[in-house]
């Protein structure tokens, strides 16, 4: 019996990592879970439950990365502006294309993301 259970065990795991694959698509997820459900059967874990909060933590990872590229750029387009108007009374805006793509980045990011989160929820 114990060589059943293993085998039951490694498979819920192998099903576990293809869950959280991030192109993994969302038919498979929805599939993944109803197996990964019934290995589990009285499990004090929840598969599902299991898979969204691994999905927000690496939603929330990507956005904080973005985030910070984006000060880093930030801080560096700010040095360059500051030398360029100490130079010239003329200053240049070049932090709103930066801006733009930010946001734009984001925005890419939640509309990809949600979406599957959402169905899963």
Known sequence: MDG???KIKTFSKE???KLLEPRCPLNEKK???KYLVEFEGSSA???AWDSLEEQQQKIIQYLTKSKM???GKLLELVKIDQIK???SNHRDNSISPLLSQFIDELC???TQ???DYWALC
């Open 4 to 6: 059943v259970q293993g």
């Open 108 to 110: 890419d990011t939640v």
């Open 85 to 87: 108007a100490a130079r």
């Open 113 to 115: 993301s949600l979406p």
């Open 69 to 71: 590229e984006f000060k």
């Open 31 to 33: 599939q993944l879970l």
């Open 15 to 17: 099903l576990q990592e």
């Open 45 to 47: 874990t929840d598969p």
